[in-house]
């Protein structure tokens, strides 16, 4: 066994001899196979999310979904060019904030 998982096996031990692993989320339930197979990146925005943080770029794309319903029901045009404009606008904040986080991971 490698250091590091004795270190992590003899915390966990520990942890649940203090009773700290009880009352957690999904206890006693079987695991879920497909979670089993996330990728490490994968796993780290679902806790991301469950904790409330959302990265920029999310929530902008999120937006330009949103002003794409809207644009779908505009019927004049001088308005339907400036909401093109503002979504563009957005597209382009989420592929430099995208391209932000890709290079900070690098």
């Not at 780290?44 to 979904?65: Q, W």
Request: proline share 3%.
């Amino acid at each position: 066994m490698h250091w590091f998982d004795r270190i992590a096996q003899r915390r966990m031990d520990e942890a649940e001899a203090k009773g700290e692993l009880r009352g957690l989320t999904g206890e006693g339930k079987p695991l879920d196979r497909a979670r089993l197979r996330e990728r490490a990146e994968d796993v780290l925005h679902r806790m991301m999310s469950d904790g409330g943080f959302v990265p920029e770029e999310f929530r902008i794309r999120k937006d330009v979904e949103a002003k794409r319903a809207v644009l779908d029901q505009i019927e004049d045009p001088a308005e339907r060019k400036a909401l093109q404009r503002h979504i563009a606008l957005l597209e382009l904040r989420a592929n430099i904030a995208t391209d932000a986080r890709r290079a900070a991971r690098d």
